[in-house]
């Protein structure tokens, strides 16, 4: 007689998790919104959010980031939920970490880590697999003491991918070193790109970037203009490699577009940092198609911390096309801007040709006009027009078998 076998599972377990966050009286953030986003990054780890507790106060504790009342609650409810991980909200000293872990005895995670969790998950070129892990080392160096034994006697899962274990142990010449050959490495495959870039301005290119918050849709809009595949999931931080594609306008006018990270709320300035190459593209466009989820709820705070970054990164000179998202999905008023818009979506084919058509009105205004004759046999000559310039009217006149040419190109930066 058969016994009753257990069904087996393949499916990992996942960790459980509890959120903390501290509200500063004095914050230039949403609180809510910032622990929502919390809670989305955690989702995206795999974690099993349990709860969050939050806490209002002047100022961090020093010592375990929240009060001691507040932190004997967490230990009850980390007691009986049976949690793997305990997330905060801000970035954690080497002290703060330490002394929650000995108080809890279990792994404590930071939103810094959290982040470069995700990005570990994520990068998948070798450029972009550099930068998680120089961003990670950068992140652990000042932090070696005393937090290795810790995470090591945890074993692995959230908190130990990328560098892992091995490496917290290693002294800090060891992690100075990799650092340093990272760099090396990152350098060349800047040259590298620099060399494209160089060649595009050569010829005129003209480079559009699309930048807007983590979700709200850059890369459908990629992949919907350029019939490209690039990774398009609703995940935050879906997109960390910087891709850069073709894009056909008016019957052959060729324009360069590149896909960039998503912005978050109280992005860590290691990650800036380290992700500056893929904003490289960015800084370099002639036009920024800056992406919008009008469907989301805070998309005004969404909107407005882009903006900030874009500032921060020294990027305000640079035209923008404010792209509302998510049309479909919007309720309540419709939004609006100070900037040339279109308010859309990525599965409407009209709309698909409203955001051509606001690109070339936006660009026939940064580019040059002109007028020319093409003699009939230089054919060679026409196409190159056609695909480096953006023309807005073609005559063939027959008396003189030209072809008389109007349109747009690019001024020489």
């Not at 577009?257 to 990650?271: A, C, E, H, N, R």
């Not at 407005?304 to 096309?321: A, G, R, S, Y």
């Amino acid at each position: 007689m058969m016994q009753n076998q257990q069904p087996y599972t393949t499916e990992k377990a996942r960790e459980k998790a509890v959120l903390v966050g501290v509200d500063l009286y004095q914050s230039d953030y949403d609180f809510e919104s910032t622990m929502t986003e919390l809670d989305a990054l955690a989702n995206t780890c795999e974690l099993d959010v349990k709860g969050a507790f939050s806490q209002r106060k002047n100022f961090m504790d020093q010592r375990y980031y929240v009060g001691k009342g507040k932190l004997q609650e967490i230990e009850d409810f980390i007691d009986f939920h049976d949690i793997d991980v305990l997330i905060t909200n801000d970035e954690l000293t080497t002290a703060q970490s330490k002394n929650l872990n000995q108080t809890l005895g279990i792994k404590i995670i930071d939103r810094t880590q959290l982040i470069l969790e995700i990005f570990a998950l994520r990068a998948k070129s070798r450029e972009g697999q550099l930068q998680v892990e120089y961003a990670q080392l950068d992140y652990l160096l000042p932090r070696l003491m005393g937090h290795g034994k810790s995470l090591s006697r945890l074993g692995g899962g959230i908190g130990t991918r990328g560098p892992g274990e091995t490496k917290l142990e290693t002294d800090r010449r060891h992690i100075r070193t990799r650092m340093t050959e990272i760099r090396r490495k990152l350098s060349e495959v800047s040259a590298h790109r620099e060399r494209y870039r160089q060649k595009r301005d050569q010829h005129d290119v003209f480079q559009i970037a699309l930048v807007g918050y983590t979700n709200a849709g850059k890369s459908s809009w990629f992949n919907t203009l350029t019939d490209a595949g690039t990774y398009e999931k609703d995940q935050l931080f879906a997109t960390l490699d910087p891709k850069t594609r073709q894009l056909k306008l008016n019957d052959g006018f060729e324009v360069v577009i590149s896909d960039t990270v998503g912005f978050i709320q109280k992005l860590p300035t290691t990650l800036i940092e380290a992700f500056k190459s893929t904003l490289e593209e960015a800084k370099r466009a002639d036009l920024l198609l800056h992406v919008v989820d009008a469907s989301h709820v805070d998309y005004k705070s969404q909107y407005d911390t882009v903006n900030d970054l874009i500032k921060t990164l020294d990027m305000e000179h640079i035209p923008q096309i404010v792209l509302f998202n998510k049309r479909d999905l919007h309720t309540g008023e419709l939004p609006v801007t100070n900037k040339p818009m279109v308010f859309v979506s990525a599965k409407d084919q009209a709309d698909i040709e409203k955001v051509k058509s606001t690109l070339l009105t936006q660009m026939k205004q940064q580019m040059a006009y002109y007028e020319t004759e093409v003699p009939s046999h230089q054919a060679n000559r026409l196409y190159d027009l056609k695909q480096h310039t953006l023309i807005t009217r073609l005559e063939f006149d027959e008396t003189t078998e030209n072809y008389r040419v109007e349109g747009y190109k690019k001024y020489r930066k």
